[in-house]
Nanobody, 130 residues
Framework: EVQLVESGGDLVQAGGSLRLSCAASGFTVNDYVIGWFRQAPGKEREGVSS????????YYADSVKGRFTISSDSTKDTVYLQMNSLKPEDTAVYFC???????????????????????WGQGTQVSVSS
């Protein structure tokens, strides 16, 4: 059974840091693209970052570039999201998700769009106070 479990969410002050973890079971992270998404109350789910562990390709939303870093540890089948210089607008429930890698076909592939992902975790709350 494919499972994703997020952890590491917390309440922090603006300017602080957190590291989120996404532990995968039932598959190896090298076989999928792993994405981090977030959803704030009343807002749509948005892509934050993604990583293709097999080739190390990463993507970031403009809003988090330079502050967040995604990484993976294939020995633990875990993907991390290091979040620095946190802002109140980063407050949201953060989800990790797994989806197939782009196969090079003649269609538009967006690694930060939720529709590209098949499996989702339950989420972890990140709250940033001002």
């Amino acid at each position: 059974e494919v499972q994703l479990v997020e952890s590491g969410g917390d309440l922090v002050q603006a300017g602080g840091s957190l590291r989120l973890s996404c532990a995968a079971s039932g598959f190896t992270v090298n076989d999928y693209v792993i994405g981090w998404f977030r959803q704030a109350p009343g807002k749509e789910r948005e892509g934050v970052s993604s990583i293709s562990s097999s080739d190390g390709i990463t993507y970031y939303a403009d809003s988090v570039k330079g502050r967040f870093t995604i990484s993976s540890d294939s020995t633990k089948d875990t993907v991390y999201l290091q979040m620095n210089s946190l802002k109140p607008e980063d407050t949201a429930v953060y989800f990790c998700a797994a989806g197939p890698a782009y196969d090079g076909g003649p269609y538009f592939y967006d690694p930060l769009h939720p529709d590209e992902y098949d499996y989702w975790g339950q989420g972890t709350q990140v709250s940033v106070s001002s």
